[in-house]
C-alpha cells in the first residue's frame, strides 16, 4: 500500500473543496490502481469537519495538521484535542511537523500528543527530519534516531502509526535528497522503529520535501518508501493528481 498524503498548511476556505472534489473523482476513475493507494489529506481545522462530512465513504480521507498536547477538554485557550479532532471526522492527525517543532513544540509534548492521538483512535503520521546542519556534519542518523527514540515506545501500536521522514532542508526548497541517500535513510529509520517495535508490524515510512509531478518518477524504485507527505503540491488537484499518475505511469 502506498500513501498520497496532502498537507495543506494554512491554505484554504470552505470553496476550496472543489480541488479535493476533483481529486476524489480521480482516484475513483484510477481503477487500474486505485487498490493500491490511499489518499489522505489534512486541512486546516476550520475545515475539517465540513470536509470529513463531505468525504465519508468516498475515496479521500480526511486528518488534521496538528493537536494540542493535552487530552480531551481543558482550560487552554485556542488548543484543540484529539478528541475534539475526531469527534468532527478526522482519521489522520499530523504530528511533529517541524513549522510545529520550531514554534516550541518539545519531545515531551509530542510523546503526549501522539499518546493520546492514539488513545482517541486517529492514525498518526509522526514527522521527523534532520536540519542542514545536521546534514553538513553527518549527524542525520543520530537526529533522527533521537526524535524517534523520545517520542515512540514499544507500548504504542504502530499499526497506526506512519513516520514521515521530511528533511527540513528539503521543505519547501525545491531540493530533494539524493536518492541513494534516501534509501539508506528510510532503511536506517525502518531499522530503528523494528528495534523499538520487534515483532508488531512492519514499519510505514513515507517521505516528504518538495515532492512534485516532476520529481515523483525518482522515487517509483525506491521501494522501501511507502508514500508521500506533500505539501505545495497538494494545494493544486492537477499537480496533485499528476504526481499519482506519474508514480504508476
Ligand atoms: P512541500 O511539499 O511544500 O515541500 O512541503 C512538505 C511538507 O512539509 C509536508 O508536510
Redesign the pocket.
Given at each position: 500500500m502506498r500513501y498520497f498524503?496532502g498537507?495543506w498548511?494554512m491554505f484554504g476556505v470552505p470553496k476550496s473543496i472543489s480541488i479535493l472534489d476533483k481529486i476524489n473523482k480521480f482516484v475513483k476513475s484510477d481503477k487500474k490502481f486505485n487498490k493500491k493507494y490511499k489518499v489522505v489529506i489534512t486541512p486546516p481545522h476550520t475545515l475539517v469537519q465540513s470536509y470529513a462530512k463531505f468525504f465519508l465513504n468516498k475515496k479521500i480521507l480526511i486528518g488534521a495538521q496538528n493537536c494540542f498536547y493535552k487530552d480531551n477538554f481543558g482550560a487552554n485557550t485556542g488548543a484543540i484535542s484529539p478528541l475534539m479532532i475526531k469527534s468532527i471526522g478526522a482519521q489522520y492527525i499530523?504530528v511533529g511537523?517541524?513549522?510545529n517543532r520550531s514554534e516550541g513544540d518539545t519531545d515531551v509534548m509530542l510523546k503526549a500528543k501522539v499518546e493520546s492521538s492514539l488513545n482517541n483512535k486517529l492514525k498518526v503520521v509522526f514527522?521527523i527530519g534532520e536540519n542542514k546542519e545536521h546534514k553538513i556534519k553527518n549527524k542525520t542518523f543520530e537526529v533522527l534516531e533521537n526524535q524517534i527514540q523520545s517520542t515512540l515506545n514499544e507500548k504504542l501500536n504502530l499499526k497506526n502509526i506512519i513516520v514521515?521522514y521530511?528533511p527540513i532542508w528539503?521543505?519547501?526548497?525545491g531540493q530533494i535528497p539524493e536518492p541513494d541517500d534516501l534509501l539508506k535513510t528510510t532503511i536506517f529509520i525502518k531499522k530503528v522503529l523494528k528495534k523499538i517495535f520487534k515483532k508488531q508490524k512492519s514499519p510505514i515510512v513515507l517521505y516528504?520535501?518538495?515532492?512534485?509531478s516532476k520529481n515523483i518518477s525518482q522515487f517509483k524504485k525506491l521501494n522501501e518508501i511507502d508514500g508521500f507527505?506533500?505539501?505545495?503540491?497538494?494545494k493544486s488537484d492537477q499537480n496533485f493528481i499528476d504526481i499519482i499518475k506519474n508514480y504508476y505511469r
Open positions: 498524503i498537507n498548511k499530523i511537523h517541524s513549522d514527522c514521515a521530511e528539503s521543505i519547501g526548497t516528504g520535501g518538495s515532492v512534485d507527505l506533500i505539501g505545495g503540491a497538494s
